[in-house]
């Protein structure tokens, strides 16, 4: 069933999500629903410590090995990693460990039961050392571990004459900021099934990019393609969660499956997934600003911190991220931006929706509340006096030129959440009432739309568009569906450009025997980028059934079967490949030039009500507006940004990841608290579109963007309503106490 | 072997002691639309309807689905599924079938809606994806749509034969007596046996329980007799397996015992509240117990009953320590009752993490009667001791008509009665200083010596 909708908008035909009936019916089978034949659990045995050397692995008396599959690193063909970025981290740790939960020792039984039992029992053994848990100081000599310092990657970004802007201010504000981790909590956990199926190693599960998961296994191993076949199965929910993990869990169950006589499923338990897998990266971020009197910004000088957890992971492109955008949507002469991500024996963190940006943005909008009130002014006056105007340029030197109105932005947000009214009703409010009290708040932000830098070059991604015998099309990529409308919108993109009704239009499911490499689903680059190579790829096909390239509607369907009826190929392909778009240029060792093809803009208003019983907050009502290019399908992008808003409300006023020896110990749905229906009002959207030239349809990215805006938007709102500025977040009651409590002091 | 029928049809099945309904539907009978998320009954992505009720399956155990009717989203109109596509209910999916069963639970029931709002109603269902907005258009819009009665469900696929237990399993075993009598029996034949209603607090982590998988338990869910509370001209009396769902749902409740009906509101969510018991929550013993801080304001007293005999105890005389009470292995909660008396003063305040699905940080339930005379106060707090207690100095400071002026005016009194503490959910500091602040703010609007 597809139903039919057009909105009127620049946007063009709006379908419903296409797998979404077997969602809600219950149909659609994930990873832990496959019917499998017989098969075997699998089960991974950790370390206990966080730092020191596994001296033996002792098994309970009466476990017999005879019916059991057991792995350690010995058994490893390739080499023993996980490669992505480097080669540090070990899939299975031979004798050092970096922290606690690092994988140690994989067994697989047919009952579940007996594997959860051994799993518990199996004792690893160890020589302890002292761990590394500061991300804030420079480590001593016995605590480096990587390179000479532990820096992961270093960043800096200069524009302009800094130092002398400062000294030439006449006011100067400081501020810290710091933020937490945060668990995805993709509601289907990590889970992968691999089986041998002739020479070839057949690993399928949750994931959002197949062909990450292909590189680490071909080089643990030590295979080749076609030895190797990652097939991507309805994944419930990534956010980031699934960007790289997935390789760690598929490396394992592909060597429980290379030594067992039959498929390996291997799923986590929620409080597994929550324990071992990433999360955000915890930030620490100063600033130090040069203003005028009435607000104007005159020097920005940044350093930004991050944990990286015990390896490398995606944490340089994270920082990298982070870096590009913690000067904020504002235009400024001078500013520096230093930035480094450390290495502490915790759990890595790894990507998360925002990518580092959701650290970097609460910290400048943070700022310039602070710098708003030091001037005595009002803040949302100092956001509008500073916006990028087109013609000035980022920190990276990026002239911003897209047509966007900025500043007609932020006002369209004040005026759709009534700001002034708000303002004026909750003086009265805050004057009588007894125990709570109101306050609003603005968050101004962009967010670069693909990947960094040079990125999308080097991964020349590649989609495929066949015609199939019956006339039929099927798009071929390597992108995922996992929530954010993969399948829906490339059904619509693929169908417009080809002038077919989306019902005739295939998606291939992610198979790397079956699909060319589109690149990995992330940086909200799927629509934008692969969409486009989507419309590229039906432009080809239509040259190669020898149509022009205006042609549209039933002929390309009849051009596709009489091709068939000379030609004896199962499928005709047309291929669509990424090509720059001109006039982008990144020098990756000064960080100058163009960061991102473009950017995505927000301005975010949130209302709250703070109990002063109880120091909760409750979020009246929340406003998000953004600029995103076309929008392509209404109810899908409306849905990612309340999805996303609610992921940053949870971020900033409830989730917290409680540690112990670098690993979180809340891990379970119980006391790591995520929004629930009560928690959130309606979330309120509008979307002002500038088609963007180089996007399929005109449309930039959007999933990322929405989880920005909430952490300092709230704050702000906070702040607003006591006269506090809050400046670490989660803000959970506990700690608006204490903050309440040292400005009462 | 038991037998229950399941989407319309009748089955039958052989099943181990440990197994959870959520494993039998998923793993035996490849009914995997029932999702597992937690394993603890805070997603909802495992809902299935019991006798027609939203329950979260990874609670129940198996065996307790013998003589009831089991619905699975497969069960569900497909074509009446429509209003959910359009709103974006759906994203990942990973939660949905819970969503769609809760949503059409409210659907099928619009009269809910002159009691609960259906952001309460849906809290049981988690999403990481959606911010919600798209599920609650949706039953909006599900429940606006008319009904095409175009459904049968026995004309569902039969079920497929189930798959053969597999594996290793807890040497444990279930005894499910039909009486109070045989119950006692059982429970005074085997000293070690654990008696179960709801399952709500004891299948949580169910599967990583390996201890709990050995035991013997006394399932008393097919006891009716304990299952109805009753009313007296001088008492409300509550069965050993009324759940709070069943008091939410008696308008009469609501009317005399208004803080039975707010606490009971504030248990996890729906699908907790239509499995767990009032006597659960009271021999589980947690000091974080919403039930019990409201009863002992109302001066309950609890029946126990074993082979031995019978004995009533006030529940405020009940616990004895962190999860110590006065009850011996072999006797049952089976009643508890209320005094029916007016009150002037009545109010519970929970403090949890969040709006629903949240154990509480601290909390607070406060009565005064209101007949004239002495001890007519009380004030019970829970998560601020190693039980559930009264605060019987703030009640003495009341009953003097003190002035208060300030929350820091009723902390002396407070340090003598409750010792709170810091863990993974809250702090010492936030319990004390919130403890004091409930009260005081809530009776500066009561009553006229708080100022
Ligand atoms: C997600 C979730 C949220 C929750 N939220 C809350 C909350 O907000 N507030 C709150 O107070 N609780 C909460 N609980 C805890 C729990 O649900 C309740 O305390 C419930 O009342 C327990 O009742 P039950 O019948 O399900 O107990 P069971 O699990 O069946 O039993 C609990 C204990 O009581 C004993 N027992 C049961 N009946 C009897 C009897 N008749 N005689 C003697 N012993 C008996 C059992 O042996 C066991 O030790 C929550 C639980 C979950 C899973
Ligand atoms: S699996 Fe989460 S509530 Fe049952
Ligand atoms: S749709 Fe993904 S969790 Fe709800």
Redesign the interface.
């Known amino acids: 069933m597809l139903g039919y909708r057009r909105t009127g908008n620049i946007g063009p035909m709006d379908i419903m999500r296409r797998e979404g009936l077997d969602k809600l019916s219950g149909r659609e089978r994930y990873v832990d629903d496959l019917p499998l034949g017989p098969f075997l659990w699998g089960g991974t045995v950790r370390s206990p410590i966080a730092r020191g050397r596994i001296t033996e692995i002792r098994f309970p008396t009466d476990f017999d090995r005879s019916e059991w599959v057991i792995v350690d690193a010995s058994d490893i063909p390739g080499r023993n990693s996980i490669y992505l970025k480097a080669h540090d981290q070990p899939a299975l740790a031979e004798t050092d460990i970096r922290h606690i939960h690092e994988p140690v020792l994989l067994i697989a039984h047919p009952s579940r039961a007996a594997v959860r039992k051994a799993v518990s029992e199996i004792e690893v053994i160890f020589e302890p050392a002292p761990p590394w848990l500061d991300f804030i100081n420079d480590p001593p000599a016995e605590m480096i571990q990587h390179g000479k310092d532990n820096v992961f990657k270093r960043i800096e970004i200069s524009k302009g004459d800094v130092e002398t802007a400062l000294a030439g201010a006449p006011i100067v504000v400081e501020g810290e900021y710091q933020t937490g981790a945060q668990e995805h909590v993709y509601l289907e956990t990590q889970g992968m099934i691999a089986h041998k199926e002739g020479g070839v190693m057949v690993v399928r599960g949750s994931m959002q990019c197949p062909f990450y998961v292909e590189k680490a296994l071909r080089s643990l191993l030590g295979c080749t393609e076609r030895e190797l076949r990652i097939v991507q199965t309805p994944t419930g929910g990534g956010f980031g969660g699934k960007e790289e993990y997935p390789s760690v869990i598929a490396a394992h169950a592909a060597l429980l499956a290379a030594n067992a006589d039959r498929p390996v499923k291997l799923i986590y338990e929620r409080a597994e997934d929550m324990a071992v897998t990433t999360k955000r990266h915890p930030a620490r971020i100063r600033h130090r600003t040069g203003v005028t009197e009435d607000g104007r910004l005159l020097a920005q000088d940044i350093s930004v911190r991050t944990d990286g957890g015990a390896y490398v992971t995606l944490s340089p492109v994270v920082l990298s991220r982070a870096c590009i955008h913690a000067a904020g949507p504002y235009a400024c002469d001078h500013v520096r931006i230093v930035g480094e991500s450390v290495l502490t024996n915790r759990v890595p963190y790894g990507a998360f929706r925002g990518f580092g940006n959701p650290q970097a943005c609460f910290a400048f909008e943070r700022q310039m509340d602070a710098i708003a009130r030091r001037l005595g002014l009002d803040p949302i006056e100092v956001r509008r006096r500073n916006l990028i105007r087109d013609g000035q340029s980022t920190a990276t030197k990026q002239v911003i030129q897209d047509g966007t109105d900025r500043v007609a932005l932020l006002d369209r947000a004040l005026s759709v959440a009534d700001v002034a009214g708000k303002r004026a009703a909750h003086a009265t409010f805050n004057a009588v009432s007894s125990s709570t009290r109101r306050g609003v708040g603005v968050a101004m932000y962009h967010h670069g739309a693909g990947f960094t830098g040079a990125g999308e070059v080097e991964m020349d991604s590649r989609v495929h568009v066949v015609g199939r015998k019956d006339g039929t099309v099927e798009v071929r990529a390597a992108s995922t569906e996992m929530g954010q409308g993969t399948i829906t919108v490339f059904t619509q993109l693929a169908a417009e450009r080809l002038g077919l009704p989306p019902e005739v239009v295939l998606i291939a499911p992610p198979d790397t025997h079956g699909v060319p490499n589109s690149g990995p689903t992330v940086a909200s680059r799927t629509a934008m980028i692969v969409g486009h190579l989507v419309e590229l790829g039906c432009d080809d096909l239509r040259r190669r059934i020898g149509l022009t390239d205006d042609a549209r509607g039933p002929i390309v369907r009849d051009a596709i079967v009489a091709w068939h009826d000379e030609h004896d190929e199962d499928v005709v392909v047309g291929e669509g490949r990424y090509v720059p778009p001109p006039g982008i240029d990144w020098n990756e060792d000064t960080y100058e030039g163009s960061a991102y093809g473009t950017f995505c803009w927000a301005a975010h208003v949130a209302e709250v009500e703070v109990d002063l019983r109880t120091f909760g907050v409750r979020v009246l009502d929340y406003v998000a507006v953004q600029e995103v290019g076309t929008v392509l399908n209404e109810v899908l992008a409306r849905g990612q940004v309340q999805g996303g808003v609610v992921q940053g409300i949870g971020w900033a006023l409830l989730e917290e990841c409680v540690e112990r020896e670098g690993a979180m110990i809340n891990t379970q749905l119980t006391n790591y608290i995520i929004p629930t229906s009560g928690d959130v009002p309606p979330i309120r959207v509008e979307f002002l579109q500038t088609p963007y030239p180089y996007g399929a349809q005109g449309a930039k990215g959007l999933g990322e963007l929405p989880l920005n805006g909430p952490a300092p938007a709230l704050t702000s709102a906070v702040g607003a309503a006591l006269g506090v500025e809050p400046t670490a977040i989660p803000l959970t009651p506990e700690r608006l106490l204490e903050l309440m409590a040292t400005v009462a002091a | 072997m038991i037998e229950f029928r399941l989407n319309g049809q009748r089955i039958e099945v052989e099943v181990d002691p440990?197994e959870r309904l959520l494993d039998l539907l998923?793993y035996r009978l490849?009914l995997?639309?029932?999702?597992?998320?937690?394993?603890?009954g805070?997603?909802g992505?495992c809902t299935v309807y019991m006798d027609g009720l939203p329950v979260d399956s990874c609670l129940v155990p198996a065996y307790q689905a013998e003589g009831r009717e089991i619905t699975?989203?497969?069960a569900?109109d497909?074509d009446r599924?429509?209003p959910?596509?359009?709103?974006?209910?759906?994203?990942?999916?990973?939660?949905?079938?819970g969503v769609?069963m809760t949503g059409t639970w409210v659907r099928d029931r619009p009269e809910l809606l002159e009691t609960h709002d259906?952001?309460?109603l849906?809290?049981?269902?988690?999403?990481?994806?959606?911010?919600?907005?798209?599920?609650?258009e949706g039953v909006e819009a599900a429940l606006s749509t008319p009904a095409v009665d175009s459904h049968d469900p026995a004309a569902l696929p039969q079920p497929p034969a189930p798959l053969a237990l597999?594996?290793?399993?807890?040497a444990g075993s279930v005894l499910r007596p039909g009486s109070v009598d045989d119950a006692l029996a059982m429970l005074g034949q085997f000293p070690d046996a654990v008696p179960i209603a709801g399952g709500t607090d004891l299948m949580v982590?169910w599967?990583?329980h390996?201890e709990a998988?050995a035991r013997t338990y006394v399932d008393l869910t097919r006891i009716e007799s304990l299952r109805e509370h009753r009313w007296t001209d001088e008492q409300l009396i509550i069965g050993a397996l009324t759940t709070y769902w069943d008091l939410i749902q008696d308008e009469r409740v609501r009317r005399e015992f208004p803080l039975l009906e707010h606490a009971a509101r504030q248990v996890g969510?729906v699908q907790i509240q239509t499995r767990g018991t009032w006597a659960g929550n009271i021999a589980n013993a947690s000091p974080a117990a919403d039930g019990v801080p409201v009863l002992m304001a109302y001066d309950a007293v609890v029946d126990l009953q074993s082979s031995r005999g019978t004995e009533t105890i006030s529940l405020d005389d009940f616990y004895l320590g962190y999860k110590q009470m006065r009850l011996a292995a072999d006797q049952l909660i089976v009643g508890i009752r209320v005094p029916r008396r007016a009150y002037d003063v009545a109010w519970f305040?929970k403090?949890g993490?969040?709006?629903?699905?949240?154990?509480t940080k601290i909390g607070v339930a406060v009565t005064r009667q209101a007949a004239s005379g002495e001890d007519r106060w009380r004030v019970v707090a829970n998560s601020a001791a190693p039980t559930v207690c009264r605060c019987a100095s703030v009640e003495h400071l009341l009953q003097a008509n003190t002035p208060v002026d300030s929350p820091e005016a009723l902390m002396e009194a407070l340090g003598k009665d409750v010792t709170p503490i810091d863990d993974?959910?809250?702090?010492r500091?936030?319990r004390q200083?919130?403890l004091a602040?409930?009260i005081y703010?809530g009776l500066?609007?009561r009553v006229e010596f708080v100022s």
């Open positions: 440990a998923r490849d995997t639309g029932t999702k597992e998320g937690c394993a603890e805070e997603c992505a699975t989203i497969e569900l497909r599924l429509g959910f596509l359009e709103t974006g209910a759906t994203q990942c999916g990973a939660c949905t079938p769609v259906l952001r309460e849906m809290a049981g269902n988690l999403c990481r994806c959606t911010g919600y907005d798209g599920i609650i597999a594996g290793v399993r807890g982590h599967p990583g390996f998988h969510a305040d403090v993490s969040r709006a629903a699905q949240a154990i993974i959910r809250s702090t500091a936030y200083s919130v602040r409930l703010f500066r609007d």
